[in-house]
């Protein structure tokens, strides 16, 4: 189980930050990759980043790269999305999952466990 621990979501003027944490419940992130996703009103989920724990190796979709950072802090077990010089279009709902621990692509059927994801709104 995952959940968005203080996730960090909230309400913030174009070219703000933001940063929204992900923590894991009952368990470590060892030997799972840990992706962010995001839902805007009307579409469909989409791919934001991932981190691999285990490698550290990342990916970032072309809309956030430049932008937004994912990062991890080993004690707190938790991963973070840094998100900067935010944009109208990034208006969503966000949200953590895990998968396999070398897979950090954008399919969301090879992530198992879901957040419950936060809002994010930006104005503009």
């Known amino acids: 189980q995952v959940q968005l621990v203080d996730p960090g979501g909230g309400l913030v003027q174009a070219g703000g930050s933001l940063r929204l944490s992900c923590a894991a419940s009952g368990r470590t992130f060892t030997n799972y990759a840990i992706g962010w996703f995001r839902q805007a009103p009307g579409k469909e989920r989409e791919f934001v980043g991932a981190i691999s724990w285990s490698s550290d190796t990342t990916n970032y979709a072309a809309p956030v790269k430049g932008r937004f950072t994912i990062s991890k802090d080993n004690a707190k077990n938790t991963v973070y999305l840094q998100m900067n010089s935010l944009k109208s279009e990034d208006t969503a709902v966000y949200y953590c999952?895990?998968?396999?621990?070398?897979?950090?692509?954008?399919?969301?059927?090879?992530?198992?466990?879901w957040g419950q994801g936060t809002q994010v709104i930006v104005s503009s």
């Open positions: 999952a895990t998968g396999n621990a070398w897979y950090i692509g954008p399919d969301t059927k090879r992530y198992g466990s």
